[in-house]
Structure formats: structure tokens, C-alpha cells
């Protein structure tokens, strides 16, 4: 489904393999979240506590590739890296589907949880902004847990 007025954003996910290939976009702390060809997407006034990125070859309802955030260590932009699923978080942007998948070598700890939901719904507020800043007012906000747990 589009995100035109009316219609219901597609938070549905695609298949998704136990170990996707991430393409990482955007390092941890870093404040710049660049497309996967290179282009800046959004400049934060707060740095990304994640590693930001998407899986090549996947794409959400917004038609760009399907976001992923690698939980731990910093890693540098343009590492491919080959991580398991622990979760996915829903996310509307723009009034369309921008799911989430999170990676990560181990389950998520309650405090990852919790940081996620934090950063996503300040994510949200700040895309909203800029949205606005560009004469849009669409849909944008954190939704919500679609997947958690080993089966994600």
C-alpha cells in the first residue's frame, strides 16, 4: 500500500533470512545518516547510538532498501557484515512503511530495548521537523514491536 492520504502505511516486513548481509550507512555516534548510495539523508542534531544501515536486495513500503540497526561496537561506513536477527520495530515515515530490522550476536537486553524505543520515538519527532521544514506534514512516529525473540 502507498502512503497517499487515507490509505494504511505497509509495516509489513519481506522475507527475511536468520542472517542478512547489513550494509552499514551510518557508524555508531555518528550524527550524518547517508543513503546507501552515499547521499545524505537526514543530518540529526543528536548522534545515532546504533549502527545504522540497510539489507541490500530488501525493500520496505517507502521503496528505499530495508533499514537495519547493528547493535554493538562502532563500525566503519561500507562494512557489509553478516549478523543475526534479534527484532523488528515498526516505523512510519512520511506516511509509508520504514520498518526496522535489529541485529545484533546475542538477544537484546532490556536496556537495548528500551534504547531503541527511546531513539526511534526522538527519530520520529525529529523527521516529523524536518518533514514540516519541507511543507509536509505526513505520518511519522515509532509504532511499536512487529518481531522480537530468535524467531525474528
Known sequence: MSG????????SVPPLPRVPEVLIECPRFSMVKRRADGSVDFVSPVPCPYNYGSIPGLRSDDGDPLDAVVLGPRLPRGMRL??????VLGFIDAGKGD????CGTHPMTPAERAGLERFFRVYALFKRGLH??????????????LREGPEA
Open 132 to 145: 514540516r521544514v519541507r511543507g509536509d506534514v505526513p505520518d511519522t512516529r515509532f509504532v511499536g514491536w
Open 82 to 87: 553478516s549478523v543475526p536477527v534479534v527484532a
Open 99 to 102: 520498518p526496522k530490522v535489529v
Open 4 to 11: 497517499a492520504p487515507g490509505s494504511i502505511a505497509d509495516l
